[in-house]
């Protein structure tokens, strides 16, 4: 169980503080709740979720990765040498929505690593986009509260570790 404060991974809406616990009416029954603040914030608000503890393992919700797992990371999205353009978008596109649905950021450091040597070479499709921003958004955030730094620090290790993609290709990339 989780407490009121601590940050967890909600894998449909990324990084998460729990602020409440509560019962709520959903459907037909009380529930007992997590209340959620994301920091995706809409109009000004931060949107509230409300997940019944009992959904909590179903919807893949964990918590923040251990700062001893970052390295892990790090070599996921330092490995080069994948073929990311051997099948369609939208076969490609599924199969990163799957990855990114299991709550994993060793799954989602992957989903950033192919996007975004992909996207050195050629345009990203729609989705494809979405799903790096969601995946980028996932790393930044959670990488930094798992090495308690400022998310600039995160954004700026993830830029040094692909420019280095870019000066050891000898492929034409237009987005290096």
């Given amino acids: 169980m989780f407490k009121i404060g601590e940050v967890v991974v909600y894998p449909v809406h990324g990084v998460a503080r729990i602020v409440g ?3 709520e009416k959903i459907g037909n029954s009380d529930q007992l709740c997590y209340i ?3 920091e995706i914030k809409t ?7 409300k997940l019944p503890i009992d959904k909590v393992e179903s919807n893949r919700v964990r918590k923040i990765v251990d700062e001893s797992e970052v390295s ?4 996921i999205l330092e490995k080069r040498g994948m073929k990311t353009d051997t099948q369609t978008w939208n076969r490609r596109h599924r199969e990163y929505q799957d990855k990114m649905r299991t709550g994993s950021i060793f799954q989602a450091a992957e989903v950033y690593r192919d996007l975004s ?3 050195a070479n050629k345009d990203l499709s729609h989705g494809e986009r979405r799903l790096f921003d969601q995946a980028h958004n996932l790393l930044i955030k959670e990488l930094s509260i ?3 730094t400022d998310e600039t620090e995160i954004e700026r290790t993830l830029n040094i570790i ?3 993609n870019c000066e050891n ?4 990339q237009k987005d290096c």
Wanted: aromatic share 4%; glycine share 0%; proline share 3%.
């Fill in 117 to 119: 040597l992909l996207k």
């Fill in 169 to 172: 290709s000898s492929e034409t």
């Fill in 36 to 38: 959620l603040e994301t």
């Fill in 146 to 148: 798992a090495k308690q």
């Fill in 162 to 164: 692909f420019q280095k």
């Fill in 72 to 75: 892990q990371v790090m070599d």
């Fill in 21 to 23: 616990i509560r019962k």
């Fill in 43 to 49: 109009a000004n608000e931060k949107p509230v979720i």
